[in-house]
């Protein structure tokens, strides 16, 4: 069985706050320009009071849907990756569920940081090759806005609320036409788990924990990893670089963005960006462009995406679709 990316969806909160409404807002000794040159950040969405993961991760997932062409009876698994579930449990994938009225199938969340929603693409495309689902939503979702300290300005001002949602189809392999996901490289390594990490519990109902992160420590594993894993994914295919047709990268600094498509010989303009818009979205950022980027035009059916990212974990990894 091969999974193909039947259809792509994004939602984010109605909100969207620029950086020097955000400085006014919050109280922060910052202004635009300090975060539009080290991030690219110039906006990011935040979610309404009482505005949940599963609220955004809901709406991302009936745009996925609709785009497919698919019922809610052809979702037999729902994989949410996020760092801030409505609640410990009930998952907010059956959260989910529950909003889209499905009475089958099953559902679990994924705990990957900003890698969560490549990690999710890997464990649904396991699935569906074993037989396990024919028909997986997978959902990055983040209320990063309820995990941050508002006083530190080193970090607050990197991300923000939003939801991305693809819905996978299995169909068998002598019918895919060489579409669908190639294959996924995960990695983590935990010895670097205190550089970005979460001190305390936390979810988007409210909790105590805020986002640490020490970003010089995490820009230095960034590009290396991102790049190695990216190339693994490529090598494992028997693909080079001239064969991507588009980077959909986790958004989390447009430096980053840009020392990845040089890495990779790709220009500027094959590179979806969105982090000028959207902030840091963590598990939400890739869904979120591939939805933007096939509602344009940009990708199209028979291009090679690769999907890249790295978070808290560390964890990191790669994917490769032919859409
Ligand atoms: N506005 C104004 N000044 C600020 C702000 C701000 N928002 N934030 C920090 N500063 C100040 C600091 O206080 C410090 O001042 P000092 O020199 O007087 O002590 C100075 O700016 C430099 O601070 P650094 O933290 O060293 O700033 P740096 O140049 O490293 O940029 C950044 C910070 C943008 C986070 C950078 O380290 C980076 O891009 N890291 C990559 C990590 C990343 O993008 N993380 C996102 C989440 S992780 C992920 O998704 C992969």
Not at 6 to 31: C, F, H, I, M, Q
Request: with cysteine; aromatic share 6%; proline share 2%.
């Amino acid at each position: 069985m091969r999974a193909l990316i039947a259809g792509t969806g994004g939602y984010l909160p109605a909100r969207s706050v620029s950086n020097d409404e955000l400085a006014a807002w919050k109280g922060l000794d910052t202004t635009d320009s300090w975060i539009a040159e080290r991030t690219g950040i110039r906006c990011r969405h935040i979610a309404a009071e009482g505005e949940t993961a599963s609220d955004l991760g809901a709406r991302a997932a009936l745009a996925a849907l609709a785009q497919a062409g698919a019922g809610v009876e052809e979702v037999d698994a729902i994989l949410v990756a996020t760092s801030t579930p409505d609640s410990a449990f009930p998952a907010t994938a059956v959260r989910i569920q529950g909003k889209l009225g499905i009475t089958r199938g099953f559902g679990f969340d994924l705990a990957a940081a900003c890698t969560g929603f490549v990690y999710a693409l890997g464990v649904a495309d396991a699935l569906i090759r074993t037989g396990q689902a024919r028909g997986v939503l997978v959902i990055g979702t983040e209320v990063y806005s309820r995990i941050l300290d508002w006083t530190d300005r080193g970090t607050c001002v990197l991300f923000g609320d939003g939801a991305g949602a693809v819905f996978l189809r299995g169909v068998a392999a002598e019918h895919a036409g060489g579409r669908g996901l190639l294959s996924s490289h995960l990695h983590a390594d935990g010895r670097f788990g205190d550089i970005l990490h979460v001190d305390g519990g936390a979810g988007s109902n409210g909790g105590t924990g805020v986002v640490r992160m020490a970003g010089r420590e995490v820009f230095k594993h960034a590009v290396t990893k991102l790049a190695a894993a990216v190339d693994e994914a490529l090598a494992a295919n028997g693909l080079g670089h001239a064969d991507i047709g588009w980077l959909v990268p986790h958004q989390a600094n447009l430096r980053i963005i840009e020392a990845m498509g040089k890495k990779l010989h790709l220009p500027l303009e094959r590179v979806v960006v969105t982090v000028d818009r959207h902030a840091n979205t963590s598990a939400a950022s890739i869904p979120l462009a591939l939805a933007e980027a096939t509602r344009d035009g940009r990708i199209q059916r028979g291009d090679l995406v690769v999907m890249e990212a790295i978070g808290g974990g560390l964890t990191w990894g790669a994917t490769l679709a032919r859409f």
